[in-house]
Structure formats: structure tokens, C-alpha cells
């Protein structure tokens, strides 16, 4: 047995680093409308098993069709037209981004 792991995401920023389970299950994202005055913020769950482990936020224009290999397609801001994944930070700059 394994233990089921949740990382809350709030307001993410590219290059921000993250803990994550290495066997991602689930995401589910959306937009927290905070009225007029607050705009809005996008923030995601991200649901797994297995240990944590250090990623690296990036995000891409939805439509791009390359990204980092052993990379994890997290969300899709439609928003923003954005697609939201995470690369192991032991990856991140070793020839990716």
C-alpha cells in the first residue's frame, strides 16, 4: 500500500518549486473569482501516490506541442490559454528549458 498524497497549488508562478507525488492520479484546477476588486486567482490539487518529490512549475501556450521529456501535464488554464506541467527540478536546466 501506498499513501494517497494532495498538494494544494495557489496562484502558481512559472519556475516556482513544488513538492508532488511521483505517480500523479488527479488534478483538478479552477479559477477563484474574488468579485470586482480581488480579480481572479488559478489554483489547482494535485493528487498521487507514492513519495514526494521536487518539481519544477512551467507552463506553455495551449497549441505548443513540445515540452520537456519525463515532464507531468498538470492543468490547463483556459483562461490564459495556458497549459500548466511540471519537470523534476533534478531535470530542470540539464538541457530542458
Known amino acids: 500500500m501506498s499513501e494517497i498524497q494532495a498538494v494544494p497549488i495557489e496562484n502558481p508562478e512559472e519556475g516556482d518549486t513544488v513538492e ?5 492520479g488527479r488534478v483538478d484546477a479552477w479559477h477563484d473569482y474574488r468579485g470586482s476588486a480581488g480579480g481572479t486567482r488559478f489554483e ?3 493528487v498521487g501516490r507514492g513519495e514526494l518529490a521536487e518539481y519544477v512549475l512551467l507552463s506553455t501556450s495551449i497549441g505548443e506541442s513540445e515540452i520537456e521529456d519525463g515532464a507531468q501535464v498538470l492543468a490547463t488554464d483556459v483562461e490564459h490559454a495556458a ?6 527540478r533534478s531535470a530542470y536546466g540539464a538541457g530542458g528549458n
Open 20 to 24: 508532488l507525488p511521483k505517480k500523479v
Open 83 to 88: 497549459v500548466w506541467y511540471a519537470v523534476p
Open 44 to 46: 489547482m490539487t494535485v
